[in-house]
């Protein structure tokens, strides 16, 4: 029974208190004394007062500490025996507690992790961080530990808050303290992590499902304390309460939720825009405190989501400490604090929409529930008292009796991820990491290492060529370190042929980063190794095959990462899972480079769980281009727009496959409302990951990665064109209409082009036969990014005027003259032309701009930030910077005025998150096209 007193004893001892607190045992001691160690203090001293026992008395010895009332503590815990008390007391009874830290080194700002800063605030610990601030100790790849302390006075204990994140000193054994580490993303990068957790005396992680993993890991204790990230530190005081009745978001979803890693969100997500009638808002990644604050005070409910259904929500407590309710799973530690009666509501994945109307229909109850718990949160999280309570629970851990340390061999460091990250943010740490790997791997034969020694340079070298990409580095940087890379893992496989991670490492380095030579090896190594079965093949849960996010569409890693690190902490032999991973990403290469049907649908069969390889078996399916493939398809893509984020590129591809084979969707009303709501209710807001025409993106496109940004598919160019027409279609299924409607013009063909720039990689028949210039961007990305499809239909334009269509429209038959005309009337005024009722500052009612084509590109094009993206994209963007230019703009009455839903809630929305675009002072794109930037600089 989940509730056995033996089974909440032993969880008692093995330090799950959280386990134990939420079980609502109250006629258990070690419920209230579980409920102090958790921080819940005002529950835990009312239980424990009704236990008379010295056990008892020790752990309400142990709150009081913990709350801070050190007198209580010490005239308690002076009446009770044993070490683990003495101790304890002894350390209470000094003036200050000396820890040494490793603490995120962001001092000030609105973010859950300032634990550094926040700690300041009590005065009973001296607290040394070693981090990378010019106020903490400075240090390197292989810092000595010995060097941060004085030895005639060492510190009472050593604390590393997600650990992870930090560049721990190799020889941390060899402290004269207890060690102490905080984890909480142990699973992403388990191969790079799993090492360290042998070096720590005691883990504290957060939740009930992470004690289970982390205490199999390592043979350190293991103890839940769900306080571990805290309010803002800049949350005002007295903040902004949202009114009854003035809230206009329904449910509000702040977290990363594009990656295919995080397919449980993706679910939730979609049952949520499967919600009809209700306003939902979603932004990727995590919006500062201002903005998330003028979110929250919009919203009736906030949703948090976490891998570990545990973790404390980094942006749950958020929503409850301005009285807004928040969603979270029904095990969420928050439960501690706050239940139905504070506005904390619990969810099952399967009951989440019901949730929320039930919510909703009853909504003032609930909104009075949601203020009443604002108090509550405020005063648990407030990130002085939090931060408190959180050193005093560590210090708890360091006075328990020591148990030997066994001899653990030296972890090397590695790199974390591919993109930035906290400790990624210092260049310096992660090439430090890199020369260590170096280093090693030099001093040691190449005939006896080890694989992980073999691998490390390469890998590092890989991942700087990956971060490098990201952030724009010349070409050449790039190819040098891309061509070592390559050249150390061609060197590791001479001594370890068999190894199947080094393999498959060195492929995808060659077929994202490497040239036509080395795409041509990638393939023969992946043939080679397939045709082998893999049976040959060497592989453990312990190698390394990069990071989570190293080319992650193309790699199942949240599969192959829970495998590995349920295999390592339980001792299994996963191999034949590990592999049958592998092998599938292999075909999903080999599909990908040769747009093998057969690839594609192996992938498939091997690893259903993985959205990108069933969508790109249906693309497969489509080019095949019959009757039964694409019946087949049409079903792929609709469980694909229904089930995964990939819902926008299977939608469209959905359309143009049904259309021209004159088949109908299925549910075709609820799926595209679906869809349409992901597009327009999805808001992108960092730049870091969704630069689409960076080095690094290219390299994901594969077979288009040798272009320089886009693919001509057609170019039969009009050299006597007067008008550009611009198009950006989404997998060939938006301008059908239009087309039709071109072929009608009274203007001679000869005097305008259709150039159309496919955001994805399919061009229907329809446009290739119609368009004088077709190209294909290639992006993958979960909404796309039209105006960077629109300035690739620039940068071909050569006719005097463009005309830019943002979605599919009837133009009559003197449409082109009448423009050519207006436009060419002589009037030296800067004018452009715009469809009925069009206003630039309303996104949705402006679908066609027409202008001079030097005042398109004088003024940047269209905004390429990751921010324009999804139905935030379109030409209107480039009209709110011509206005600010003195541009005026003419309706047309022979364009009809937009059939779009109504946006103005939204663009209100846009305008408090960025409100930069929306100024007077906006003159040019924040991220500007290099091909439109070459040609506007031209001009001058």
């Given amino acids: ?32 004394a579980a409920l102090g160690l958790c921080g819940s203090i005002s529950k835990a001293l009312d239980g424990l007062g009704n236990f008379d026992t010295e056990i008892a008395r020790f752990y309400e010895g142990v709150t009081h500490w913990i709350d801070g009332e050190e007198d209580k503590a010490a005239r308690i815990l002076e009446k009770c025996s044993g070490l683990h008390a003495a101790n304890l007391l002894a350390l209470i009874r000094k003036p200050r507690i000396d820890v ?38 400075q240090h390197g790849a292989n810092a000595d530990i010995h060097n941060f302390y004085d030895p005639a006075s060492p510190p009472d204990m050593y604390f590393a808050h997600m650990l992870e994140w930090q560049l721990l000193p190799r020889n941390l054994q060899e402290l004269p303290c207890p060690a102490i580490g905080f984890t909480a993303d142990y699973n992403l990068h388990i191969h790079a992590i799993n090492p360290w957790l042998q070096l720590f005396d005691h883990l504290i992680v957060s939740g009930t499902d992470e004690h289970e993993d982390v205490a199999r890991l390592s043979d350190a204790q293991v103890h839940t304390f769900p306080k571990t990230i805290c309010l803002p530190m800049t949350l005002p005081p007295q903040i902004r309460q949202p009114r009854l009745g003035s809230q206009d978001i329904d449910i509000l979803v702040s977290s990363s939720s594009f990656s295919d890693f995080h397919r449980d969100k993706a679910e939730l997500a979609l049952k949520i825009l499967g919600i009809e009638g209700i306003v939902s808002i979603f932004t990727n990644e995590n919006v500062d405190w201002k903005q998330h604050e003028r979110l929250l005070t919009r919203s009736r409910l906030s949703l948090s989501h976490s891998r570990f259904p545990g973790l404390p929500p980094a942006r749950g407590m958020e929503p409850l400490s301005i009285g807004v309710g928040l969603l979270a799973p029904s095990n969420s530690t928050l439960n501690l604090w706050a239940g139905a009666d504070e506005g904390l509501h619990l969810y099952e994945p399967e009951t989440l929409a019901s949730t929320v109307q039930h919510i909703l229909k009853d909504f003032p109850i609930h909104h009075a529930a949601a203020r009443r718990g604002m108090d509550v949160i405020r005063h648990e999280f407030e990130p002085c008292r939090l931060a408190s ?17 066994g001899i653990k061999p030296r972890p090397s460091h590695k790199g974390m991820t591919a993109a930035p990250g906290w400790l990624q943010a210092i260049p310096s740490a992660h090439e430090a990491i890199r020369h ?23 890998r590092e070298t890989m991942l700087a060529c990956a971060r490098k990409g990201d952030l724009e580095s010349r070409p050449d940087q790039l190819s040098n370190l891309a061509t070592k890379g390559l050249g150390l893992y061609r060197s590791a496989l001479q001594a370890k042929p068999d190894s199947l991670a080094l393999r498959f490492n060195c492929v995808r380095a060659a077929l994202h980063f490497g040239n036509d030579s080395d795409i041509e090896d990638a393939l023969s190594m992946i043939t080679e190794t397939l045709a082998s079965n893999l049976s040959s093949m060497n592989l453990t849960a312990h190698d390394d095959v990069m990071t989570w996010d190293y080319c992650s569409e193309f790699f199942n890693y949240r599969s192959f990462l829970d495998t590995a690190t349920n295999a390592i902490a339980a001792n299994l032999d996963e191999r034949k899972a590990l592999k049958t991973l592998i092998r599938a990403s292999l075909h ?14 192996a992938a498939a069969a091997l690893d259903p769980e993985f959205p990108p390889y069933r969508l790109w078996w249906a693309k497969a399916l489509d080019a095949a281009g019959g009757c039964a493939q694409a019946e087949t398809a049409i079903t792929i893509l609709t469980e694909l727009a229904t089930t995964s984020l990939h819902a926008i590129d299977a939608w469209t591809l959905m359309q143009s496959i049904a259309t021209e084979h004159g088949f109908d969707i299925p549910d075709q009303s609820a799926l595209h409302g679906t869809v349409e709501r992901l597009e327009s209710q999805f808001l992108v807001n960092t730049d870091y990951d969704a630069k689409w025409d960076s080095a690094y993106s290219k390299s994901q496109r594969l077979n288009l990665s040798r272009n320089e940004g886009v693919e001509v598919r057609k170019a039969d160019r009009v050299s006597s064109a007067k008008i550009s027409i611009l198009l950006a279609d989404l997998n060939g299924s938006g301008y059908r209409a239009l087309i039709d409607s071109l072929a009608q013009q009274q203007l001679a063909r000869d005097q305008y082009e259709i150039i159309c720039a496919e955001v994805y990689d399919r061009n229907s028949p329809h446009m290739m036969a119609a368009a004088n210039i077709v190209l294909a961007c290639g992006q993958t990305g979960y909404l796309h990014n039209r105006n960077a499809a629109f300035n690739a239909a620039l940068a071909q334009a050569h006719g005097d005027y463009v005309i830019y269509f943002d979605r599919d429209a009837h133009l009559c038959d003197d449409g082109l003259n009448r423009i050519l005309k207006s436009l060419g009337s002589g009037d030296t005024a800067p004018t452009a032309i715009v469809n009925q009722d069009a206003d630039p500052s309303d996104p949705p009612s402006l679908y066609c701009l027409a202008l001079r084509r030097s005042l398109a590109v004088g003024a940047g094009g269209l905004e390429e930030s990751a921010c324009r993206t999804g139905a935030a994209s379109g030409p209107y963007e480039l009209a709110l910077r011509l206005a600010n230019r003195s541009t005026s703009f003419v309706p047309s009455s022979f364009l009809p005025p937009s059939r779009g839903p109504d946006a103005t809630q939204r663009t209100e929305l846009l305008k408090g998150l960025w409100p930069y675009f929306y100024t007077a002072e906006n003159y040019l794109p924040i991220a500007e096209c290099p091909d439109i930037e070459a040609l506007r600089k031209a001009m001058k």
């Fill in 100 to 137: 040494l830290c490793q603490l995120l080194w962001e001092q000030f700002g609105g973010g859950p992790n300032m634990i550094r800063a926040a700690a300041i605030g009590d005065p009973k610990f001296n607290i040394s961080n070693i981090a990378y601030r010019e106020s903490d100790f």
């Fill in 1 to 32: 029974m989940e509730n056995d007193e033996n089974v909440l004893d032993a969880a008692f001892t093995r330090g799950n208190y959280h386990r134990v607190a939420a079980s609502n045992a109250n006629d258990r001691w070690q419920t209230f």
């Fill in 436 to 458: 260590d790997a170096f280093k090693e791997a030099k001093r040691t034969n190449p005939a006896t290492a080890d694989l992980e020694t073999l691998n490390a340079p390469a």
């Fill in 588 to 601: 999903y290469y080999r599909g990908r480079m040769t747009g093998s049907l057969e690839d594609f649908a």
């Fill in 389 to 405: 309570q959180y050193f005093r629970f560590a210090t708890f851990l360091a006075s328990k009796p020591t148990v030997e340390r």
